[in-house]
């Protein structure tokens, strides 16, 4: 049995202990979150709780760094209570953070995106290959569910609701929902209908295979250097919203406010 993969916190750290964890594991992890409505049952913070999470998990597989969650999204859902950066702004914070990562010695950064809009991953995604182009910096960037199954990118459905009842059940309250029919502009719920379906432990299961593929995945560019799967994937990732930003447009913004709109036009929720 070999010795556990070296990993710290970077606000734990001294110059020194950083210094040798990138000398022996230049990986740094990036929590990701957003605060941003989910419905009346679950907490504003929520994509920033999985992603910590999901890194957390995953950085003990792999070792490196792991920075402080970020909150920040760029297109939050349209609410009062959400808060988000423009996407402009949110890609001139990206470049800055990439940039001084690769500087320092840092070959791997990975941004772990608990927040999965259309635009924000778009506007991570541009940042990343950005990275790629000017530094030759390993920048992944990826909802690390997407790695598991498509499916379970939902919205205060059954997959997020089941991941905060496995973090944080304190914040859960179901019973917010109520027991008519959910509608979307109400609920938030966009995918299956989180009550009598959610659970604690189909948290716990989706929270070890995202940080397992992620895991599996950050090894992989460390072992092969290899930029060619990043490029794949965000080519892939790119196809995902073609017919989105046809429909709504390039302007993050805008766009995630165009599509709320039509979603939300007499519509139910769950479906």
């Known amino acids: 049995m070999g010795d556990p993969p070296v990993w710290g916190r970077y606000f734990e750290l001294r110059p020194a202990d950083l210094a040798a964890i990138c000398d022996k594991v230049p990986v740094a992890y990036l929590p ?8 009346p049952h679950l907490p504003l913070g929520l994509d ?41 702004s949110l890609g001139d914070l990206l470049d800055g953070l990439f940039a001084q990562l690769a500087a320092a010695g840092w070959r791997v950064a990975v941004i772990v995106s608990g927040h999965h809009g259309h635009a924000h991953e778009l506007a991570m995604i541009d940042a990343a290959e950005r990275a790629i182009s000017r530094h030759g910096l390993l920048a992944l960037a990826v909802p690390p569910l997407a790695l598991v199954d498509e499916t379970m990118l939902d919205h205060a459905a059954l997959w997020e609701t089941s991941l905060a009842m496995a973090l944080r059940p304190d914040l859960v309250r179901l019973d917010a929902l109520g027991r008519e029919p959910l509608r979307i502009e109400t609920s938030a719920v966009i995918g299956r209908d989180p009550r009598d379906t959610a659970s604690a432990s189909i948290g716990v299961s989706a929270l070890n295979l995202a940080a397992e593929r992620l895991a599996a995945a950050v090894i992989e560019l460390r072992e092969t250097d290899n930029m060619a799967p990043l490029r794949a994937l965000y080519a892939q990732r790119r196809a995902r919203y073609e017919s989105f930003v046809e429909r709504f447009g390039s302007d993050g913004e805008r766009a995630t406010r165009a599509w709320w709109d039509d979603l939300t036009q007499e519509k139910p929720a769950g479906g």
């Open 32 to 39: 990701w979150g957003a605060l941003e409505w989910h419905g």
């Open 48 to 88: 920033g709780v999985v992603a910590e999470a999901v890194a957390s998990r995953a950085i003990r597989r792999t070792g490196g760094v792991l920075l402080p969650t970020t909150w920040w999204p760029a297109g939050a859902l349209p609410h009062p209570s959400s808060l988000s950066a423009a996407g402009a």
